[in-house]
Structure formats: structure tokens, C-alpha cells
């Protein structure tokens, strides 16, 4: 049985898909599981021992020219998109499942209605229950399955060796325990301001410099937003941003003590390989995302428009970032970090 999988086109989204597709090999374990994935975030699943094989999504012809070699007798769609859909459609599975959205109506077999209050994690594991209710195969399945995010490979030696290396060109202590920022989104309503990173970055130097390195991380240190907070604090903070891999991302959270980061990929990464992770959320709905695991703890304060899910604010006010409580989330570091130290 060969079982196709369209995967989302994000970082965060994409370890979301894993605890259903790891319920769906552990259940059918004869099966032949296939992902289709953007180039760029191969990584992420490269080592995943529940997955046979991956194809890369280049261009659509290409990509479903790929397709067609694989002959796939089932099509779960993680993404539901139209061309997701209608390249299921081309390959005639014996059956295909997605959500009622971008007309898949029309082209999948099975389609879930849309939920736009459903966590992402549970809408995936639904298709695949609806997968075995289809094939007649009866299993009750725990939703604890859902705190647990699987991602490979961050800790092979290859991997290590890497990101050491890039430590020490960063001048990065090693005799220091780390705490990463992660301040980048794809959405302008997800960040923090420019002057709140450096009220926050600047409260925990004070008082954490003496044993922690401060490490930012992010696609590309030359974002106006990161290069403003490493302007401001100069050598006293260190920036890995557009030098590591997923992989080397995911081996640096699972050095580090605590992971701070907006609701953007590098927070699932740090929750994954089960590092302390503190995530805030502004424009999106935390319950959206989860279940989290224990390690995670998540910064909330909602406001009359909450949540939006836009690029940009549209009343321009920014009003769910601007009255962000800098000490709210010092205060939470500060007590996921006790474990290792006493603050006054």
C-alpha cells in the first residue's frame, strides 16, 4: 500500500503533520509512506524513519511528473491547496483526503469540513483517522500522541561537528549555559517592536550575562528588525541568523537552556527536541497549535481584534504587539530557568 502525503509550506506546520503521520506507520506499518515537501524544508523530515520516501515540490510540473512514478494508492492532503488537490485528482488514488477548502470539493473523495477553531495537530490526525475508518481498520488512538513533535537527524555527528564550528566562529562562550531568541515571522503581527526586543534583550543580559550567552537566531541577520537589536547591543549578544541548517537549529535548542521565540518555526523545532520554550502569541490563537508538550509555556494577551491571522494589522495600530508586557515575559524565563539558578 503506497500512501501519499501533501505536507504544509511551513516549519512549524510541517512537525505538526508528525505525530499523525507516525500514528499512521505505527498502524499500518506494511504501508509505503511518501511526502511531497518544498526543497528548502526537507530537512525537517529527511530522517523521519515513518517516511519511505520524499519528493521534492519544485514546479508543478515537475513535481507531479514525480508523482506519477510513485502510483500512490491513497492521498492524504496535511495541506489542502488547489493545485494539492487537483494533483491528487491527476494521480485517480483509490481514495484522497483533505479539507473543504480552494475547491477540493471537486477533486478529493473524502473532505473534512473546515474548522477554523480545530488545532492543526488534531485536524491531522483526524484525516488519518478517517483514512482507517475508510480502509475499515479500527484503532482508538490516544491524543497524547498529539505533544509529541518528532524531528531527526539534529543530533547525528556530522551535525554537531557543524554547528560547534559555527559556535566558535561566533565567539559564542562555551563555558556559558545558552538562551536563544528567536524575534522573526513571515507576519509583521507576530513580532515584537524593534525597541521591545531591546527592552527584553536588554533585561535579561542584565541579569542573566554572568552564566548564559544570549544567542538570536533567525532566516538573515540582514532583516532591518535584527539588525537594529545587534546595533544596539553590539559583541554583548551573539547572532547565528542565516547560518545554520534546520538541522544545526535543532542540535543548537538542544544545547540551549531556553528557547524565547515568537509563534514561528524555530519554536516547534525547540519543542521537538524537548528544550524549554517560552512562545509568544499575538495574532494567532495559541490553542490553534497545540497541545504542547510540558516544556512549553506559551504568553497570551489577546485584544478585541484577537486573533486576526492577517500579514498586517489592518486597523494599523498594532494595539496586540504595542501593549505586549515586557515583564510578563521576563518573569516566565525567569521561572523556567529556576531549576538552574535562583534570581533575585
Known sequence: MKILCFMPNYIGDILMTTPAIRVLKNVLNDAEVYTVVKPKLVDLIKYNPNINRIILKTSRFKTIKGLFRIKPDYVILFRTTFFNSFASFLLHPKSSFGIDEELSRLFLKKVLSKDISRPYRAECL????????????EQKINTKELKKLDFFGYNIDEVKFSLEKKLEDANIDKNKKIIVISPYAS?????LTVEEYIELIGILYEKLNREYEIVIVGEDDRYLLIEKILEEFGNSIKSLCGRTTLLELGYLFSKSSLVFSVDSGPAYISEAVGTKTVIFFTSTLPEKYGPFCENVEFIYNPVMCSPCYEDDCKNKTYKCVKETDIQQIIDKILNMLKDEKNFN
Open 126 to 137: 483526524t484525516l488519518v483517522e478517517k483514512f482507517f475508518e475508510y480502509l475499515g481498520v
Open 187 to 191: 507576519r509583521k503581527t507576530k513580532m
